[in-house]
Structure formats: C-alpha cells, structure tokens
C-alpha cells in the first residue's frame, strides 16, 4: 500500500502539505483486483432509478437525503433529486469547479467549490443565496447546525459561518503533517457538537456554536522513519451514538471514546483509507486491504471479516438494516449479511465509486466517478 501511495505522488499542494492520491483521486491501483465469487442471492438488489450530475474530476462528493428528496454536485452543478422518481426538482449550474457537496439543513442547499467557495442555495427553487471565499480548497461533507453552516477547508481549518449570510462565526485550525491522504478529514454533528478527524490521528470534539475545543483524542499515533510511514489520518467521517463517538486511521485504529470527555473505551489495530460506519450491534470497517470487518461497538471484539474484496478499491460501509453495503472502483455494489458478513446481493453501475453508498429512506444511492446518482431498493 505505502508504494502505491508513493508512486501515485502528491496530486494537491496545500499550504506547504501535500495530499497523496493513489485510489484517493491520482488514478487506479495497478494491482489486479481479486475476482469476483460466485454466491447464491438471498436479498433483491434492484435499480430505482439514475440521474447525472457531472464529472466529479476526483473530488469526493457526497449526495444528501433530505425528506423526499436527495441533494448532489458534480462538476459545477447542484441538483435536488426527488426520491420517488428519481426526476430532478432543479438543476443550478453555480458556474465554480465544485470540489464538494451537495448538503441540505436550516433552509439551504450547501456546495464548495476547489478554489474555496462556499455556495449557498435555495432549497425550493436553486437559485444562490450568498457565495463566499474561505481559504482553500473545500473537502469533505459540509454541515448545517442550527444556525451554523460548517465545512472544512485543505489548509486543515474547520470553518463555522452564518446560515443567514455566510459572515464568518469562528475558525478552527490546526497545522497539518507534510503528507496526508485525500479522504481523511471527515466529520460528523450531534447534539450541538462537532467531532472531526484529522490528518495526524487526532479526533477533536468542538462546541458547534462557538468553535470551542471540548477534548482532543488520539486514534493513532504516526510511527516510522520517513513522512510515508508516518501518515496516520483519520479517514471518513467518524459515526456517533448515544455514547460514544468512533474513528479509524489509516496506519493506526479503529477506536471509540466517551462522547461526554473522549475517553478511550475500546480500540483495535487496523488500517483504513476509506472509513467506517455504524449500528445499533456493530462498528464496521473497511480496511487498506479491502476487507470488512464487523466490530462489537461495546468491547471492539471481531466478529466476522468479508476478505473477498482484495484490491478492489472498496468504500467505507453503509449500515443498512439488516445488511452492510459497500462499492468498489469498477462500480460494483455488494450487499454483506450484517449477521456474518455473507453475500447476499451484487449490481453493477456504470462508473468506479469512491464514497460510501448513502441512505435515502426508501432505499440507497450511490455517485459513481463520472457523476451519475444511482438509488436501488434492497429486499
């Protein structure tokens, strides 16, 4: 995996720090992915329907269930999906590269664009509310919570900004390592608070209104003798429940704190370059090797591991009812048991995904890299 990294080189110069592709956005692994095995399918994995917005040019977007509707961006438009049709509401072409979106909450449509602009629309019609410059690039989801809209720029700064107008409330920042990897960075709202993971192994809880520091946690520690070996980001955005907040690392592990103070519960050696999600039973993993794991939320035993997915560059998970659902970069779906980790339904869409399937209620959806929203009803 390092070499992989290595020779994929740094595809973003960010502030002196430098972004490592590989499968992250540089181009595909040149490793052969493991063939595909045969299973007997014990659930209905059927397409809903498909709508395109455009290229996402290696950014990672993330589409949005928001009520009836689901909100995405791609190239330089946003559009808001009905669920039921799959027909578009509006499509807004902003006329900026985005580099991230769509998002949905307090009353407005959220893009950002790769030159730093945050972009604020009308969720009813589409068109701009307000635009603003932030500092750099925008990655990652963007949030709204209650009368603050949250995103996070390249240069390692969280920003919190009006709703209203988009003036700013706070800024949150902190110096990056020399190299970090392109999906690291995620966050995550509840309860007027903000968890965010960050290049270097930390995971910091914030006050959501103000920026305050509540605690600051160590997912991993970088170790090892050059800037390769020592990447250790936290990757995805961290999964909360009543208790207690988890994350991964890539190079470190998986681990989970108490919401209230971040401290430690539970942690597992494991290294991750996609992510991690969540249920009422498990915490699940995807791993740099491709395989998922199912970890008891409270003690962090494994429970069952799906390793037939080797170097087929596979998403963070999904936890979907009774099953987990995850994608890989030759645009495969699977469908896992969450029971045993077993097969029990596979598709197939029209272009590599690299961000985790997302739940629209009646179903789910994937973006694939050439920017088509694809939902699927699962039985």
């Keep these: 995996m390092r070499r992989r990294l290595l020779a994929a080189g740094l595809v973003l110069a960010l502030s ?4 490592v592709g590989g499968w992250f956005g ?10 595909l095995v045969g ?7 059927a397409e809903a329907w498909k709508t395109d917005t455009g290229d996402t040019a290696g950014h990672l977007f993330h589409p949005q269930a928001d009520g009836d509707d689901v909100f995405a961006a791609g190239g330089s438009q946003v559009v808001r999906i009905a669920v039921a049709s799959g027909k578009p509401v509006w499509r807004t ?9 769509a998002s949905a909450g307090v009353g407005l449509v959220l893009a950002g664009g790769g030159k730093g602009e945050l972009l604020a629309l009308d969720p009813a019609s589409g068109k701009l509310r307000w635009n603003i410059a932030l500092s750099s690039e925008v990655t990652g989801q963007l949030l709204a919570v209650a009368d603050t809209v949250i995103t996070r720029t390249g ?12 003036s700013r409330k706070w800024l949150y920042s902190r110096n990056l390592p020399a190299l970090s990897l392109r999906g690291s960075g995620g966050m995550v709202a509840r309860d007027d608070v903000l968890y965010a993971g960050f290049p270097g192994g930390k995971l910091v809880a914030l006050n959501a209104a103000n920026g305050a520091q509540l605690w600051e946690a160590t997912v991993a ?13 936290v990757m995805g955005a961290p999964v909360v429940d009543e208790r207690q907040v988890c994350a991964v690392a890539y190079q470190g592990r998986v681990a989970c704190f108490d919401r209230r103070n971040g401290a430690p519960l539970w942690a597992r050696d494991t290294s991750s370059n996609s992510g991690l999600a969540m249920d009422a039973r498990n915490v699940y993993v995807t791993d740099d090797k491709d395989a998922v794991t199912a970890y008891d939320k409270d003690n962090g035993r494994a429970g069952w591991r799906q390793d037939k997915l080797a170097r087929r560059q596979v998403t963070a998970p999904l936890a979907f009812g009774d099953w987990v659902v995850v994608a890989d970069g030759e645009g495969y779906v699977h469908v896992l048991s969450a029971e045993d980790g077993a097969f029990v339904a596979r598709t197939k869409v029209d272009g590599g995904v690299r961000t985790p399937p997302v739940d629209i209620g009646p179903g789910f959806a994937v973006q694939t890299v050439k920017g088509s929203v694809v939902a699927f009803r699962l039985k």
């Excluded at 390692?156 to 107008?165: E, I, L, M, P, Y």
């Excluded at 170790?223 to 980001?233: K, P, Q």
């Design 39 to 45: 299973f007997t399918q014990s659930a209905t994995l």
């Design 155 to 166: 240069d390692g700064r969280v920003h919190g900004v009006s709703a209203a107008d988009g």
């Design 16 to 19: 002196g720090c430098g972004t």
């Design 26 to 35: 540089a181009g595909p692994s040149k490793a052969k992915p493991a063939e």
């Design 221 to 233: 520690l970088p170790r090892g003798a050059t800037e390769l070996e020592r990447v250790a980001d």
């Design 93 to 101: 072409d902003t006329g900026v590269k985005l580099s991230a979106g």
